[in-house]
């Protein structure tokens, strides 16, 4: 079956830094690209990065340019989230999800919340 | 951008659900629909318009081209209530919670 399980998520200071990580099982992670997609509490979906099966393409949202980077080692078959210069509006549940053009399977999620 | 609506349907058990979901230009038939449960991560229902993903109930089924969109839920069950959101590309929809 396949898997997904993020981790690093917790309670961090604005302006602060965090790193989410995300272990995949149950398929061949390095024929996939991936994302996360982030749910603030109480409200919708919103994609954050998006990184190709190589790592040799990455996307962001426009409100977490320049302040996060997702990266990924297909040997470890894990994806990761570099969160720097992080604010309140930062504060939401981060998935990792699947893609090939469509997000098929999620992790459980992992919450992360910026607050002083 | 998407936009769905209803914002909220309530319905019962056994009841037919029909959500929109409006592109602002047309998407082909590149749509899909997710349910999210609270407190659960979203799960992939239908994609490209009208295909059901591996496990999703007959019951589900999806309509649309262009820049209208819609699924439908024939009969109600009480495990359909939840949220659902449409998806082209990276963007997804605000969400049409169907509740009782």
């Known amino acids: 079956d396949v898997q997904l399980v993020e981790s690093g998520g917790g309670l961090v200071k604005p302006g602060r830094s965090l790193r989410l990580s995300c272990v995949a099982s149950?398929?061949?992670?390095?024929?996939?690209?991936m994302n996360w997609v982030r749910q603030a509490p109480g409200k919708g979906l919103e994609w954050v990065s998006t990184?190709?099966?190589?790592?040799?393409?990455?996307d962001y949202a426009d409100s977490v340019k320049g302040r996060f980077t997702m990266s990924r080692d297909n040997a470890e078959k894990s994806l990761y989230l570099q969160m720097d210069s992080l604010r309140a509006e930062d504060t939401a549940v981060y998935y990792c999800?699947?893609?090939?053009?469509?997000?098929?399977?999620w992790g459980q999620g992992t919450l992360v919340t910026v607050s002083s | 951008v998407l936009t769905q609506s209803p914002a909220t349907l309530s319905l019962s058990p056994g009841e037919r659900a029909t959500l929109s979901c409006r592109a602002s230009q047309s998407v082909g038939t590149y749509v899909a629909w997710y349910q999210q449960k609270a407190g659960l991560a979203p799960r992939l229902l239908i994609y490209?318009?009208?295909s059901r993903a591996t496990g999703t109930p007959d019951r589900f089924s999806g309509s649309g081209s262009g820049t209208d969109f819609t699924l439908t839920i024939s009969s109600l069950q009480p495990e359909d209530f939840a949220v659902y959101y449409c998806?082209?590309?990276?963007?997804f929809g605000p969400g049409t919670k169907v509740d009782i």
């Open positions: 999800a699947r893609a090939g053009g469509l997000f098929d399977y």
């Open positions: 149950g398929f061949s992670f390095s024929d996939y690209s």
């Open positions: 990184i190709s099966r190589t790592g040799n393409y990455i």
């Open positions: 998806q082209q590309r990276n963007i």
């Open positions: 490209d318009s009208s």
